[in-house]
């Protein structure tokens, strides 16, 4: 007997941890097989044996990150033994678990991203790959720790980042990657609450018919004249405690515009961004951390306002337009910008075309043009229940003449 088995095959197996060989021999009958393995370079060899007819064997009790050699002798019980098959070479990778849980959280401290993952502490390489949302390519980064710092990356973008466990630096033997994480830079987080009069209810809270019953546009409005905002925010569905798209807008301390974003107004007159990132703030981009600047809140019916100071950005608490008249910047000594609505103060309803003057502009081009408009997201509804009605004109006539002041009329 000197026929050696043929077509020797050798894979690993993830799922069973184990490489398993395979080959072809004419004979079936009264045969057994040695099958020998090691890690390439070594001299011993270890054996396995297979009486299965189906001519192949699961090898376990692997070294992960090795290549192990293979070779296969038939044994013929009746008389003598085959040669050995000419080696088959396997690479058995990294055996132990994906790296899970990856998080990344911005450090306050350093501006760096801190990643963190659950996986084997030891012995394993960590490969970060991180990259611009919609960018096509990855940058990365090794480690061999289960964490790792991202240094303060430029722009003021989403990114996403993913990791997984290799061998060696170069991805060797490489596990499947962990879960996505996503993360934003150079974004500032500022916090404001503001209040409208005419959806105003009780308690500090705003009614939100037009939410309810699902009138509210689910892009941002602000797109026309004359706020022209040209932003893509758009949700498919709106909390069902939001009231209305407002914009945030920052002014520097000399009251040049720097920035603006459409939010979510919400009943208590928190709010928050389009895309939930932040559950009690809006995200901006291209703000110098830890600088005074002017926030300014505008309306599509209402006068627009502006913090009466300037405030420090990011700031911890909420610039609170609704606890103060004179929490919005006045013209002059005349603090009329936000109207008492009952203990809390809000912004005043009537400026139907948003321009920054309650005129009769608003009930020329406006109202008298909506007027007797019903279930519909219309400017000309001062008090958003969904219709243009007298109660409407009722609200808007009697502040005719008062105006937002100068740094936040169009
Ligand atoms: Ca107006
Ligand atoms: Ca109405």
């Known amino acids: 007997m000197t026929n050696v088995p043929q077509n020797i095959t ?3 197996d993830a799922t069973n941890a184990a490489i398993t060989v395979s080959w072809v021999y004419p004979v079936s ?19 396995s044996t297979s009486t299965s007819a189906s001519n192949s064997v699961n090898l376990t009790g692997l070294s992960s990150c090795t290549a192990y050699e293979v070779a296969v002798q038939a044994n013929c019980l009746s008389s003598n033994t085959s040669s050995n098959t000419a080696t088959t070479s396997v690479y058995v990778p990294l055996t132990t678990a994906t790296p ?4 990344a959280t911005p450090s306050a401290s350093t501006g760096d991203i801190e990643l963190n993952w659950s996986g084997t502490a030891t012995g394993v390489t960590y490969i970060v790959e991180y990259r611009e949302v919609g960018a096509s390519t990855w940058q990365s980064a090794t ?39 996503s993360f934003s830079t150079g974004k500032t987080i500022v916090k404001v609450k503001a209040l409208l009069q005419g959806t105003y209810d009780v308690g500090g809270l705003m009614r939100n018919d037009l939410v309810q019953e699902n009138l509210v546009d689910l892009a941002q409005p602000y797109n026309t004249s004359p706020w022209n905002y040209t932003g893509t925010e758009s ?13 945030v807008e920052i002014q520097d301390a000399s009251n040049q515009y720097v920035t603006s974003t459409a939010a979510i107004l919400l009943q208590d007159g928190s709010i928050v961004d389009y895309n939930g990132t932040v559950s009690d703030g809006v995200e901006l981009c ?17 006068l627009d306002v502006m913090s009466a100071n300037t405030v420090t950005l990011p700031n911890s608490t909420s610039y609170d337009f609704t606890t103060a008249v ?11 910008q936000l109207v008492d609505v009952g203990g809390f103060f809000a912004l005043r309803a009537g400026d139907l075309d948003g321009d920054g003057f309650i005129l009769v502009g608003d009930f020329n081009d406006v109202y008298q043009v ?8 219309v400017k000309g509804d001062v008090n958003m229940d969904s219709n243009v009605t007298v109660a409407d004109f009722n609200i808007y006539q009697p502040v005719v003449s008062i105006s937002a002041v100068s740094a936040v009329r169009y």
């Open 10 to 12: 050798t894979n690993y």
């Open 29 to 47: 009958n009264n045969i057994d097989y040695t099958i020998q393995y090691r890690p390439v370079g070594t001299t011993n060899w270890q054996t």
């Open 100 to 103: 899970t849980g990856l998080t």
């Open 143 to 181: 480690t061999t720790t289960t964490n790792y710092s991202l240094p303060e990356l430029e722009g003021c973008s989403e990114y996403e980042v993913q990791v997984f466990a290799a061998c060696d630096a170069n991805g060797t033997g490489a596990t499947p990657y962990s879960n996505i994480a």
């Open 235 to 247: 949700v498919t569905s709106l909390p069902t405690n939001a009231v209305d798209w407002v914009i």
């Open 286 to 302: 291209g703000l110098a951390a830890n600088t005074p600047y002017y926030i300014v809140v505008r309306h599509r019916n209402h």
């Open 326 to 336: 004179n929490q919005a910047s006045t013209i002059g000594t005349t603090v009329n």
């Open 370 to 377: 909506e007027s007797s408009i019903v279930n519909q997201y």
